[in-house]
């Protein structure tokens, strides 16, 4: 091929002015701030008060700032890392109340029960919200009733030779709690036996409400 030939031969990109890249970049912002802008929007208004007068609406008890679930180590029952299932870019991202405790008595079980009545009185949004648990030993009884009881909830593991680390504020040694995680795997809030499922549902329906994912 001569120098001429190859000459007459452009790169179809050389064609494509200033203003056509302008326009495909404002395209590609447009449609980012579609799919993910409500969620974000939605987070910095739940977390800042901003446009509510009376300030943060949530009955739960924020971790500020929220703590990433991938410190947590935690796998699910197939033994696959639980963050993998979170983030903008897995399609099935759910939110998720994870219970936490070290050992599962009556005030663990308690949390158990509020979460799942929690998950169940969300009606047709129910399948938006997930629910796990981390415990670290539990009763024979409940050992017996978890699959009459629980069944819908999954047990939830520490990955092999590493070692969690809870968000600030947890401390499931001591004290079980209820932790919110959202579809971009970010660990929100936490709730306790102090809690009313009341308190728990007015958070999840406002969220739910707000958020476009999960």
């Not at 064609?15 to 395209?27: D, K, L």
């Not at 008060?49 to 924020?62: F, K, Y």
């Amino acid at each position: 091929m001569t120098t001429a030939e190859r000459m007459d031969q452009k790169d179809p990109d050389d064609n494509v002015s200033p203003e056509q890249v302008r326009r495909g970049r404002r395209t590609a912002l447009l449609l980012f701030a579609i799919g993910f802008g409500p969620m974000i929007f939605a987070t910095i208004m739940y977390y800042t008060g901003w446009l509510n007068p009376a300030g943060n609406s949530n009955n739960g008890e924020l971790i500020q700032p929220p703590a990433p679930l991938a410190q947590m180590q935690l796998q699910g029952a197939s033994g696959n890392p639980l963050v993998d299932r979170f983030g903008p870019d897995e399609p099935d991202a759910e939110w998720m109340m994870v219970v936490v405790s070290e050992q599962c008595a009556s005030e663990c079980e308690e949390l158990l029960y509020l979460a799942r009545q929690v998950n169940i009185a969300l009606g047709k949004n129910a399948n938006r919200v997930n629910r796990s648990a981390w415990l670290g030993t539990i009763p024979d009884d409940l050992s017996v009733r978890w699959s009459d009881e629980y069944s819908s909830m999954e047990r939830l593991s520490i990955l092999e030779g590493r070692a969690p680390k809870w968000p600030s504020g947890i401390n499931p040694e001591h004290q079980p709690r209820i932790l919110l995680v959202d579809p971009f795997g970010n660990v929100i809030m936490h709730y306790g036996t102090e809690h009313t499922g009341k308190d728990m549902l007015k958070d999840l329906k406002h969220l739910l409400k707000l958020s476009q994912i999960g």
